[in-house]
C-alpha cells in the first residue's frame, strides 16, 4: 500500500467520525510528506525542532505543523512564527516561554497540556495533580498569548487492551473534569489528542479529537 492509499483508507474510517487526522512525519523525507500532501493531508506532526523547521521551510506553507515530542524552553523560539498547535506542554515554565515568543510574533499559540497516563517512568507529561496546580496558577491567567485547547497523552505500549482503553478514558475523564472545572465558558477547549498506530482505534472509540499516525501512514521508521 502507498502513502495515498494508506491516507485515504484510514479517511474512510474516520469519515463520520470528530477526529483529526494528524501525519507523523518524523525521520521521513520530504517526497513522503510530499505524497501525503498530494493526498489531501495538511495537517502534519514532528518531534523534533530542527526537523520540524527545515520541514516547514522545504514545504508548502499551507501545510499545520505539529510539535508533538517533548519541547525545550530554549527551542520555542524557532518555531513561535509558524507552529499550528504544540501537544506536549508539561510546565507552567514552558507555557510561559511560549507565550513570550508568541507576544514577538504577534501571535496566540495553541497548545494541548501533556499529561501522564501510562504505566511507564519514562513517558513525559504532567501528573493529574500537577496539571490542576498548573490551571490554578495565577500566573497561566497572565499568559496572553498561549490558548490552552485541550489535553494529550500517551498510553503505555503494551498489547493488552485493557490496559491501553482504562488510560485513554481515563484521560478523556479528566478532560471533562478540567472542562467543567476551568473551561466551562471557551468553546476552544475541545481537544483529546490520543491515539498512535498501534491503539487509534481504541482512543476513538474512548473519544479522541485528534489521532497521531505515523508508521501507518508512512511505514515503519
Ligand atoms: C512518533 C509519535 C507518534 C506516531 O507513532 P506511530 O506509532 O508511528 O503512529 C505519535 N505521537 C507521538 C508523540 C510520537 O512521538
Avoid at 525542532?49 to 520555542?76: F, R, S, Y
Wanted: proline share 1%.
Amino acid at each position: 500500500m502507498s502513502i495515498t492509499d494508506n491516507i485515504q483508507k484510514i479517511k474512510k474510517e474516520t469519515d463520520q467520525l470528530q477526529v483529526q487526522l494528524i501525519a507523523i512525519s518524523k525521520t521521513k523525507p520530504l517526497e513522503d510528506i510530499k505524497e501525503a500532501y498530494d493526498a489531501g493531508q495538511r495537517a502534519f506532526g514532528e518531534n523534533q525542532v530542527q526537523e520540524l523547521v527545515e520541514k516547514h521551510e522545504a514545504l508548502p506553507k499551507d501545510i499545520e505543523w505539529h510539535m508533538v515530542g517533548h519541547l525545550q524552553t530554549n527551542k520555542v523560539k524557532y518555531i513561535a512564527s509558524f507552529i499550528t498547535l504544540i501537544h506536549s506542554v508539561d510546565s507552567l515554565k514552558l507555557l510561559k516561554e511560549i507565550n513570550k515568543q508568541a507576544l514577538k510574533n504577534n501571535r496566540i499559540i495553541d497548545c494541548l497540556l501533556q499529561i501522564h497516563i501510562a504505566d511507564e517512568e519514562t513517558k513525559f507529561g504532567l501528573d493529574y495533580d500537577e496539571v490542576i496546580e498548573l490551571l490554578r496558577s495565577d500566573e497561566l491567567a497572565d499568559l496572553q498569548n498561549v490558548r490552552v485547547i485541550g489535553l494529550m497523552g500517551i498510553a503505555t505500549n503494551t498489547d493488552r487492551e485493557k490496559v491501553i482503553r482504562e488510560e485513554f478514558y481515563e484521560l478523556k475523564t479528566l478532560f471533562n473534569g478540567i472542562k467543567d472545572s476551568f473551561f466551562r465558558k471557551e468553546d476552544s477547549f475541545r481537544e483529546v489528542s490520543m491515539g498512535m498506530s498501534s491503539d487509534y482505534k481504541i482512543a476513538i472509540e474512548q473519544g479522541s479529537t485528534m489521532i497521531r499516525l505515523g508508521s501507518t501512514i508512512f511505514g515503519s521508521r
